[in-house]
T-cell receptor, first 117, second 112 residues
Framework: EAGVAQSPRYKIIEKRQSVAFWCNPISGHATLYWYQQILGQGPKLLIQFQNNGVVDDSQLPKDRFSAERLKGVDSTLKIQPAKLEDSAVYLC???????????????FGPGTRLTVL | GENVGLHLPTLSVQEGDNSIINCAYSNSASDYFIWYKQESGKGPQFIIDIRSNMDKRQGQRVTVLLNKTVKHLSLQIAATQPGDSAVYFCAENRSGANNLFFGTGTRLTVIP
C-alpha cells in the first residue's frame, strides 16, 4: 500500500514570498490533516479535512495560510506571504475516517521542509 | 493550556541496553495516548498506544506505562538497537475530541 505522498521535499524562499505544498493521501482515506512542526517541537495541527470539507481550522493562521482539498483527494497548503517564523516541516497525514484517533489511525507523509530567509 | 511534555530532551544508551522515555501531561480529560517514532527526514510513525483504562501495554520490544495519578507516561524499549535511534513523541487525545496534541519529543541515540 502506497503511503502519503508530499512534494516538494524541500523549499527555500525569502520572506514575503509565496509557497505551496502538495499532499496526496493514502487511497481511500477520507480525512486529511496538515501539521506544522517547528524544529525541536512536536507537530501542531493546522487544518483537518473530511473529504472536501473543513472539519477543523481553528489553528490555521488564516491571514496568510490557506488550504484546499477541492476534489476530496489531494490537497494544497499555501502560505502568502511567508514570514521567518514559518520555517518548519509541514506534515500531511491521512486517516480512513474522521473521529477519535483510537479508531482512526493517522498515517504521516515525509513532510516538506520550508526555510524562509 | 495544554501541556504534553517530556522530561529529557536527549537520551543516549548503549546498544543492547533498555531505554526509558518519559512524558508528562497536564489535562486530566486525556484518555488515549500514542507514542510515535520520527526518524530524520520522515514523518512520525505509530509505535504503540494505550487507553486510560489500562496501566500497561506491551508490544514487540516496547512497553508503555501509564500513571494517571501523576499524569505520567513512559515508553520502554528493550534491547535497544541502532535502528531505534530517532526522536520519540508522546501524543494525547482528550475525551470527546478528535485532535492529537504532541509533546516536544526526546531524541534517542543508540551507541553501538
Amino acid at each position: 500500500e502506497a503511503g502519503v505522498a508530499q512534494s516538494p521535499r524541500y523549499k527555500i524562499i525569502e520572506k514575503r514570498q509565496s509557497v505551496a505544498f502538495w499532499c496526496n493521501p493514502i487511497s481511500g482515506h477520507a480525512t486529511l490533516y496538515w501539521y506544522q512542526q517547528i524544529l525541536g517541537q512536536g507537530p501542531k495541527l493546522l487544518i483537518q479535512f473530511q473529504n472536501n470539507g473543513v472539519v477543523d481550522d481553528s489553528q490555521l493562521p488564516k491571514d496568510r495560510f490557506s488550504a484546499e482539498r477541492l476534489k476530496g483527494v489531494d490537497s494544497t497548503l499555501k502560505i502568502q506571504p511567508a514570514k521567518l517564523e514559518d520555517s518548519a516541516v509541514y506534515l500531511c497525514a491521512s486517516s480512513l475516517a474522521t473521529g477519535r484517533p483510537r479508531y482512526n489511525e493517522q498515517f504521516f507523509g515525509p513532510g516538506t521542509r520550508l526555510t524562509v530567509l | 493550556g495544554e501541556n504534553v511534555g517530556l522530561h529529557l530532551p536527549t537520551l543516549s544508551v548503549q546498544e543492547g541496553d533498555n531505554s526509558i522515555i518519559n512524558c508528562a501531561y497536564s489535562n486530566s480529560a486525556s484518555d488515549y495516548f500514542i507514542w510515535y517514532k520520527q526518524e530524520s527526514g520522515k514523518g512520525p510513525q505509530f509505535i504503540i498506544d494505550i487507553r486510560s483504562n489500562m496501566d500497561k501495554r506491551q508490544g514487540q520490544r516496547v512497553t508503555v506505562l501509564l500513571n494517571k495519578t501523576v499524569k505520567h507516561l513512559s515508553l520502554q524499549i528493550a534491547a535497544t538497537q541502532p535502528g531505534d535511534s530517532a526522536v520519540y513523541f508522546c501524543a494525547e487525545n482528550r475525551s470527546g475530541a478528535n485532535n492529537l496534541f504532541f509533546g516536544t519529543g526526546t531524541r534517542l541515540t543508540v551507541i553501538p
